[in-house]
């Protein structure tokens, strides 16, 4: 089955620039989303079409696709940015995978 | 404004049924595909199932596929989603979800003796 990998966590210090990266085979074929998830929370979509920004979510948030992966970029990371960041696409049956998640920590 | 408010779950014993409901408004229902997303206590989110606008066409998870079913009311801008023969392992916060891009809070189903 499709899978998407995301690194488990990621620490960045206020200020500075938060990158998550998700691979999967199917990414160079459809688009990746992200979402945010702060605990206790339901999910937040901050980025759609790789790089596309819902209304609402600040610009810091940016994202790329180069292929087989994405990535979200998270410039001048605020505290409260900490959260899950999750990616999901589609894949070739048109069902949808999430990736496994990554936690963000600022320090 | 965007809501979409889920309803239905509790706990229910292995091997029993559940029908969660979502009830959508403030966008034309119509208008967009419908899923349902889960998150296992602890764990990270996994897409269920999706239905598109006029009900033709339905995707399932492989962990759900034959036990649960997606089904919509466009007339009363609602989804649905049928969940039979329930495992521990379906115990999750479900969310209704409009393409992702606009959730609902979440509705808990406990699977448990």
């Known amino acids: 089955s499709y899978e998407l990998t995301q690194p488990p966590s990621v620490s960045v210090f206020p200020g500075q620039t938060a990158t998550i990266s998700c691979s999967g085979n199917?990414?160079?074929?459809?688009?990746g989303l992200w979402c945010q998830q702060k605990p206790g929370q339901a999910p937040v979509l901050v980025l759609y079409?790789?790089?596309e920004r819902p209304s609402g979510i600040p610009e810091r948030f940016s994202g790329s696709n180069s292929g087989t992966t994405v990535t979200l970029t998270i410039s001048g990371v605020q505290p409260e940015d900490e959260a899950d960041y999750y990616c999901?696409?589609?894949?070739?049956?048109?069902?949808?995978?999430f990736g496994g998640g990554t936690k963000l920590t600022v320090l | 404004e965007v809501q979409l408010v889920e309803s239905g779950g509790g706990l229910v014993q292995p091997g029993g049924s559940l029908r969660l409901s979502c009830v959508a408004s403030?966008?034309?229902?119509?208008?967009?595909?419908m899923t349902w997303v889960r998150q296992a206590p602890g764990k990270g989110l996994e897409w269920v199932a999706n239905?598109?606008?006029?009900?033709?066409?339905?995707y399932y998870a492989d962990s759900v596929k034959g036990r649960f079913f997606i089904s919509r009311d466009n007339a009363g801008n609602s989804v649905y989603l049928q969940m039979n023969s329930l495992r521990a392992e379906d115990t999750a916060v479900y969310y209704c979800?409009?393409?992702?891009?606009?959730w609902g809070q979440g509705i808990l189903v406990t699977v448990s003796s």
């Open positions: 979800t409009r393409e992702f891009y606009y």
């Open positions: 403030g966008f034309k229902f119509t208008t967009y595909w």
């Open positions: 239905i598109k606008q006029d009900g033709s066409d339905k």
């Open positions: 199917e990414l160079s074929r459809q688009y």
């Open positions: 079409k790789d790089s």
């Open positions: 999901l696409s589609a894949d070739s049956t048109s069902t949808w995978v």
